[in-house]
């Protein structure tokens, strides 16, 4: 037997389920695949990882192995799982395989797009011919979408460009454009994601391709923003006697036209909640107005004389 046993080299415990044998297989690999890794034994701990997943991977070869680790001088009762001075895997990839190629800063997107190392671990497949451990989906990529507040409101759909990584016909990595359309669905909370299926790495060995999850992030603007991902807070100038009287004024919000009542004698900095006016999910958040009292500029004499009448009128008062 190998100075590692099958369980060492994929690096998981012998009572490691499916899943987590093969999320180790696939690491593995893309590590010493010889067209990516610069170990001297790249090729070597290919064959050996491969050998190991073949194993390790089907459940009547799995029990025959762990028979022989429990009793390595004993005659099993199963055969050669392996086939007699078989190599499961022959010579590994057989110079074939796929090609793992990292791209470091290299631009996948503009805009309110930011893709966050987006499809730098790329690997396409070069050759068709099938492997012993078959198909194998592409693996889940992620990256963040700004949007504006108002997106959400109504819901929008957005198309955006890519430069993603390919192969061209004589294997070498190059850069494509790639459209997509985003459906941005009325009522998404900040933090939550969109899928866009089949668009995150390709699949290897006629594997699915993975998918694209979109983050979503809201544009903050000084006077109009988001807290605890649905509440909204809007900035509204208020005039002064508008401030100390108080009363219904019509407010332009992310959620339309709306009368608010002010209450007499209201601050700056002091706020007015609206409930279930915020970003409209399915448990709608609360929109916030932020009081800014706002003076209007004097254009006049009659504006002069009324701001000096008001200020003998306090002035008076506080004699």
């Given at each position: 037997m190998a100075e590692k046993n099958y369980y060492e080299i994929l690096g998981v415990a012998k009572d490691?389920?499916?899943?987590e044998i093969k999320k180790a297989y696939r690491k593995l690999v893309r590590k010493y695949h010889p067209d990516v890794s610069k170990e001297p034994d790249a090729a070597e701990r290919t064959v050996e990882i491969n050998r190991a997943y073949e194993t390790l991977s089907d459940k009547e070869k799995r029990a025959e192995y762990d028979e022989m680790l429990a009793n390595p001088y004993g005659r099993s009762t199963r055969g050669n799982p392996f086939g007699q001075g078989s190599n499961p895997f022959g010579n590994g990839f057989n110079g074939g395989g796929f090609r793992y190629e990292r791209h470091e800063g290299e631009p996948f997107g503009a805009g309110?797009?930011?893709f966050e190392d987006l499809f730098s671990s790329f690997r396409q497949s070069h050759t068709r011919s099938e492997q012993p451990y078959g198909p194998i989906k592409g693996e889940d990529q992620h990256a963040e979408l700004s949007i504006d507040i108002y997106a959400a409101y109504v819901g929008a759909e957005r198309s955006m460009t890519l430069n993603v990584p390919t192969l061209d016909e004589h294997g070498r990595a190059v850069y494509q454009n790639k459209t997509l359309n985003v459906k941005i669905?009325?009522?998404i909370a900040e933090g939550q994601q969109i899928r866009l299926a089949g668009q995150g790495l390709p699949g290897?060995?006629?594997g699915e391709n993975g998918d694209l999850y979109l983050k979503i992030k809201f544009h903050d603007q000084p006077d109009l923003y988001v807290k605890n991902r649905k509440d909204v807070y809007q900035t509204i100038d208020v005039k002064p006697w508008e401030?100390?009287?108080?009363?219904?004024i019509i407010v332009p919000t992310a959620s339309g036209r709306l009368q608010v009542n002010l209450p007499a004698n209201s601050q700056s900095g002091k706020s007015i909640r609206l409930k279930g006016k915020g970003i409209p999910?399915?448990?709608?958040?609360?929109l916030y107005l932020n009081i800014r009292i706002n003076v209007p500029p004097v254009?006049?004499?009659?504006d002069r004389?009324?701001?000096?009448?008001?200020?003998?009128h306090f002035a008076a008062k506080q004699a």
């Open positions: 490691a389920d499916e899943a309110d797009f930011n669905p009325k009522g290897y060995n006629g401030a100390v009287l108080g009363g219904k999910a399915k448990e709608a958040g609360d254009e006049s004499e009659a004389a009324a701001w000096e009448k008001l200020t003998e």
